[in-house]
């Protein structure tokens, strides 16, 4: 059985003060930490372009990289869809998103939490058109937060996923070279068309924000589905909080998933899981997999043996 919790590996700045609270608020991950033979492995997303849990769903879904791309650039045939990639084609995505300009940085929102009615992505997408084809580029809507969008011959721009950027200083992302100028040409007047855009006024007056941008990513080619998929739990109710930084949430979320997902699984006063199991705990740049043998005979009676999971978990990779 593989369980993947998502969300579940702080940053080392915050992990040793959560850990105090695990005894009580999570008993049986915090067992499970103490007694799995753990392996850590880091995760770069400006190297891989996309969170570490993006990357366990294109390994799930039979992703191989593909030639001069990062690993994040399969999301865009995964989350097109496959009635989308028929053609075969690189499958790039365009996401509807808010750009936060601040005093030092610019920061990103995802369309994800941004209530983005599907009226409001026509309006734009009606708006946006006659600029696409003006500049040689098309787009097919997918989704009310997400475009298909078909770029000139020879554009194959580095990009991250929208969830690896958010909240990150968007200049560390940002590629300035000669090569991707039709693209940021493109963005600028489809920004411009967009500002003050009756859509961005009704989203002010409701307290929205505004969508004032597209986030170009994906650009890898559609790939044959696997034979089969490895089972998985998956938990991601921690990524939310987690991404925010709201401990007070992550922890409330945390004991739930335990007593409600975890706990029934555990066995014995040791609370060991009943069968052959991995825990894969995925963070912002590092994950870890937790690795538990069932035990037979006298072994089911005997305490297991113990490590110190806190030399791991509030310290990076």
Not at 45 to 65: I, N
Not at 93 to 120: I, K, N
Not at 244 to 252: E, P, S
Not at 274 to 284: F, K, R, S, V
Request: contains cysteine; aromatic residues 8%.
């Amino acid at each position: 059985m593989l369980i993947v919790i998502a969300g579940a590996l702080p940053d080392a700045s915050i992990a040793s003060e959560l850990a105090r609270h695990l005894p009580r608020r999570a008993p049986t991950l915090n067992a499970w930490l103490a007694m799995g033979r753990v392996h850590l492995q880091d995760h770069d997303p400006h190297a891989r372009g996309c969170t570490p849990f993006e990357a366990w769903q294109l390994e799930q879904a039979g992703y191989a990289a593909q030639a001069g791309l990062p690993w994040g650039a399969g999301l865009g045939p995964l989350l097109a869809g496959e009635n989308a990639c028929r053609d075969g084609q690189p499958v790039w995505l365009g996401e509807l998103v808010h750009l936060a300009l601040g005093t030092d940085r610019a920061t990103l929102l995802p369309a994800g939490q941004m209530d983005l009615r599907a009226e409001e992505s026509q309006a734009l997408l009606e708006a946006a058109r006659p600029l696409f084809e003006d500049a040689d580029f098309s787009v097919e809507p997918l989704s009310p937060q997400r475009w298909r969008l078909f770029l000139p011959e020879g554009l194959r721009p580095e990009t991250a996923s929208p969830q690896a950027v958010a909240g990150q200083p968007l200049q560390a992302w940002w590629q300035h070279d000669a090569s991707t100028r039709p693209w940021r040409r493109l963005l600028n007047e489809i920004q411009m068309a967009w500002h003050e855009h009756p859509v961005n006024e009704a989203r002010a007056a409701r307290g929205a924000a505004p969508v004032n941008a597209l986030w170009l990513y994906g650009g890898a080619r559609p790939w044959p589905a696997p034979a089969q998929a490895v089972p998985a739990r998956v938990l991601d109710g921690l990524l939310e909080p987690l991404r925010k930084g709201d401990w007070a949430v992550w922890l409330d979320t945390l004991e739930d998933l335990d007593r409600n997902h975890l706990a029934p699984l555990a066995r014995g006063k040791h609370l060991l899981p009943a069968a052959d199991t991995e825990i894969l705990l995925l963070g912002d740049r590092r994950q870890a997999c937790l690795r538990f043998k069932s035990r037979a005979g006298l072994l089911r009676w005997l305490p297991p043996a113990k490590n110190n999971w806190n030399t791991w978990w509030s310290r990076p990779v």
